[in-house]
């Protein structure tokens, strides 16, 4: 009989470490704070190398997670103590309430057509709207609604209507529309404690704030984008149905610039090196050459570092095919023509060695990435940057300074979506061996042939 | 046909010696000459003599135009990435091509030795002057300050005419190699007057547009300052030398003390400022940081704070102590005369007109504004 296992963040290293230990018979809590499990991956519309559809490579894993009785999905919930030791953790979870009983909710989603509260959709980064009863995305899995609490009248009411109410309840369309008669407004936030033998963390990352970086003027110049809100743009899925348009005037731009190492490589901001925007720029610029036949597509970068399988003919083929332009240097300053709402780029064109300005009509930037915060609750060691330091980073890249506390994923270091997921598999692999109660390293002598090790 | 390019690992040594620490920190983003008041009226870049010093392209660093084309405004160092000090870099260049433009091997010790040396040298150099005036001086006169007696015009001129001719062919014969080296065999673009309208236009507007920004202006005040009253300086001596009588002008008092006044305050400022080396005066904790700097700063102060003493005792009609302060100012003239304009940082103004020739008619300067 096999001790549970804690997989934290149900991104596509939560899902692939989940269904892993769940082959192996080995019980699963996966917690997230979100109401679906996906994570950054369910945001993006194609992956590279191979420009295969994002969704439809992780919505049969995501389904699959939610199939196997093994898994048990604590959703909308935060990991708030760990204490013990390897094949022993006592964890103290945090279940937000999400005011719908999800054994009743079908996602129908008749709720969210009616609620009359809009509110900034942080799946779509703002681009677009949800209501304050949603479901996260149309793929979302679980299904299910929730209701933000901050901005739903019922719950949180603001000041001037609940004067006028009386003490009366306010709002309620969702109670009063809903066919299952799921939504429960009494539900208050519990504390589950669970008994595991190990914990995998894959709590990935978040992008750092380009606020931070005065020169491009993200925040302040409507059509500067970060890759994540292109990626939303391109996605058939996302706020625009697919359609490249600009934040100002609804137009379809026709030159549009990416300029790499925002915040990264950079000792004013991250020293490290994000690995996965070159690629994901090159794939962008495909995408936008895609939906839009005649743009130009222009990529500054310091050094293109295409170094995974096929990620160099990738970027070949995006010079040669599509005719992505890549231009060697690093923008120094954005500033908007007013007028136009275009936007000048200041930066040394290094194949000519003089200094260069160019306007565009969009510009993405390749934010640095920042790993979300771990420590604490969980009890382990950061290194310089605030990734999880690694106990030994050659020969055993899945464990932390702590026994029985795995990580897999951008946690541990950038990386990109393949590295993540064989990272989530090794790491399945070693709290598989402690919750099956095998010790580590496996020195019996009945393993050796001979009988000695 | 050209000779092969030469690489060599110890230019490389060399010029980070000279400065340039943050020489390998750079990976070539451009951020610095994109962000660059100057580089932006220029069709070349500051970033690619660093490129060239990585390699150690020897021939290539040597005959660069653009150290000489900074003007130290200090834009690069806050937008670089790798916190390489692109303006220090560029000194070091600077340092390295002036050892090599000269020929007689004392600017290589100037710059290589360490700032103690220095200034051992140059102040056993002031000691052996002021000896040479204390055992050779004239009458001294205690009614008035006399000093045509105490040091007659006619040995002052002697000894510091072939002093200044001595520098002159120094400083001539390098600015020749300089040329010849910098000059290369590519065809002028741009006529000789166009070449001066241009590049004077250029200037002038750049620094124009510095002046209006708080902590550049600071700077280029400063700078300004050492400028004038070196300026004021040269043409006192000329004055003098022609006119002897007319030292006793009002005019000529009143520049005078201008001419004091600017120079300690042009070095003064940033002496104090650097010694302070807190953090509120960053730049010039971050740049300016060699030994040549230092003793650039030093000689000119103490030559103008004793100059300045000299002639505040001479109006007050203190002969003894005016005879003393001026054996002192000119022991401290013969160091700076012989040792910092010919072979230390104040050689950078002749370099710095050269290179500005070369480079605005070769056509490096855009004409127009970039769009």
Redesign the interface.
């Known amino acids: 009989m096999s001790k549970p296992v804690l997989v934290i963040g149900g991104g596509i290293a939560g899902i692939q470490a989940a269904l892993d230990l769940a082959e192996q018979g080995v019980e699963v809590y996966l917690v997230d704070k979100n109401p679906s499990i996906g994570g950054r991956m369910a945001q993006l519309d194609k992956t590279f190398p191979t420009l295969d559809c994002a969704s439809c490579i992780l919505t049969p894993k995501m389904a699959s997670v939610l199939r196997y009785k093994n898994i048990k999905l604590l959703m909308c919930s935060e990991v708030q103590e760990v204490k013990g030791s390897a094949g022993n953790f006592t964890c103290k979870i945090l279940k937000n309430p999400t005011y719908v009983d999800w054994d009743k909710c079908t996602g129908c989603g008749t709720c969210s057509d009616k609620c009359p509260q809009k509110v900034p959709d942080e799946f779509n980064l703002n681009l677009t709207t949800r209501k304050a009863i949603y479901i996260m995305f149309p793929q979302a899995v679980p299904r299910k609604a929730v209701i933000d609490a901050m901005h739903c009248l019922r719950l949180n009411p603001p000041p001037d209507l609940k004067e006028k109410a009386k003490g009366r309840p306010l709002c309620g369309v969702c109670e009063r529309i809903c066919p299952a008669k799921a939504i429960d407004f009494t539900q208050i936030p519990k504390v589950i404690e669970l008994n595991v033998a190990a914990i995998i963390v894959t709590t990935g990352i978040e992008l750092y704030d380009p606020r931070k970086i005065p020169e491009y003027g993200y925040g302040k110049f409507q059509n500067v984008y970060t890759q994540l809100e292109f990626e939303r743009l391109v996605s058939a899925t996302g706020p625009t149905n697919g359609h490249i348009i600009r934040r100002s005037d609804n137009k379809t731009p026709k030159k549009i610039a990416w300029i790499q190492c925002v915040g990264s490589r950079d000792v004013r901001f991250n020293h490290y090196c994000s690995t996965f925007c070159c690629m994901a720029a090159t794939k962008q610029a495909i995408l936008a050459k895609e939906h839009i036949p005649d743009v130009e597509t222009t990529i500054f970068y310091m050094d293109i570092r295409a170094f995974g399988k096929g990620f160099h003919e990738f970027y070949k083929r995006a010079m040669d095919e599509f005719g992505v332009k890549y231009v060697r240097g690093k923008v120094v300053k954005i500033n908007e023509d007013p007028k136009t709402k275009n936007l000048i780029l200041t930066y040394e064109d290094t194949s000519v060695s003089y200094v260069k300005k160019d306007v565009f009509d969009m510009v993405v930037l390749s934010v640095a990435i920042r790993p979300n915060r771990v420590v604490p609750p969980l009890p382990l060691e950061l290194d310089d940057d605030g990734f999880i330091k690694l106990k030994d980073p050659f020969l055993d890249p899945v464990s932390t300074t702590v026994d029985g506390i795995f990580v897999a994923g951008v946690a541990a270091g950038a990386k990109d979506i393949p590295d993540s997921v064989s990272e989530a598999s090794a790491a399945a692999m070693r709290a598989a061996l402690i919750a099956k109660g095998i010790e580590v390293p496996l020195m019996t002598a009945t393993s050796f042939r001979g009988g000695k090790p | 046909m050209k000779p092969a390019t030469v690489i060599k690992r110890e230019t490389v040594d060399e010029i980070v010696k000279l400065g340039g620490a943050g020489l390998f920190k750079c990976?070539?983003?451009?951020?610095c000459?994109?962000?660059?008041a100057v580089?932006?009226g220029?069709?070349?870049?500051f970033?690619?003599v660093i490129k060239y010093a990585q390699l150690g392209i020897k021939d290539k660093v040597m005959s660069d135009l653009v150290p000489w084309l900074c003007n130290v405004h200090g834009d690069c160092i806050k937008?670089c990435?790798?916190?390489a000090n692109p303006c220090e870099i560029l000194a070091a260049l600077r340092r390295y091509q002036s050892i090599n433009y000269d020929w007689t091997g004392i600017s290589a010790w100037w710059n290589y030795s360490s700032l103690k040396a220095k200034l051992v040298l140059s102040f056993t150099l002031s000691l052996i002057t002021m000896l040479i005036i204390s055992l050779f001086h004239g009458p001294i006169i205690t009614e008035y300050v006399a000093l045509d007696t105490f040091i007659p015009w006619q040995s002052l001129i002697l000894f510091g005419g072939s002093i200044i001719s001595v520098i002159a062919i120094l400083l001539l014969s390098n600015a020749y190699r300089m040329y010849k080296l910098v000059r290369g065999n590519e065809k002028y673009k741009v006529g000789f007057l166009t070449s001066i309208i241009l590049i004077l236009r250029f200037w002038i507007k750049t620094e124009i547009e510095a002046l209006k920004i708080p902590d550049k202006r600071v700077r280029i005040l400063e700078h300004l300052s050492i400028l004038i009253g070196l300026g004021l300086f040269i043409l006192l001596t000329v004055i003098a030398i022609l006119y002897p009588h007319a030292y006793n002008n009002l005019t000529i008092w009143i520049i005078r003390y201008i001419a004091v006044g600017a120079l300690l305050y042009g070095v003064g400022a940033p002496l104090i400022k650097r010694l302070k080396r807190s953090s509120n005066v960053h730049w010039y904790y971050r740049l300016f940081r060699h030994s040549t700097d230092w003793t650039a700063l030093i000689l000119v102060f103490l030559v103008a704070l004793s100059g300045g003493l000299l002639i505040i005792f001479k109006d007050l009609g203190m002969p003894i102590i005016a005879y003393a302060v001026y054996t002192v100012h000119l022991g401290f003239v013969v160091p700076f005369l012989t040792l910092e304009i010919p072979f230390g940082k104040h050689t950078h103004w002749l370099y710095k007109l050269i290179a500005n020739y070369v480079a605005t008619r070769r056509g490096l300067v855009r004409g127009e504004e970039?769009?």
Do not use: I
């Open positions: 990976y070539q983003c451009g951020s000459t994109a962000t660059c580089a932006e220029l069709f070349t870049s970033r690619r937008a990435p790798r916190d970039l769009e």
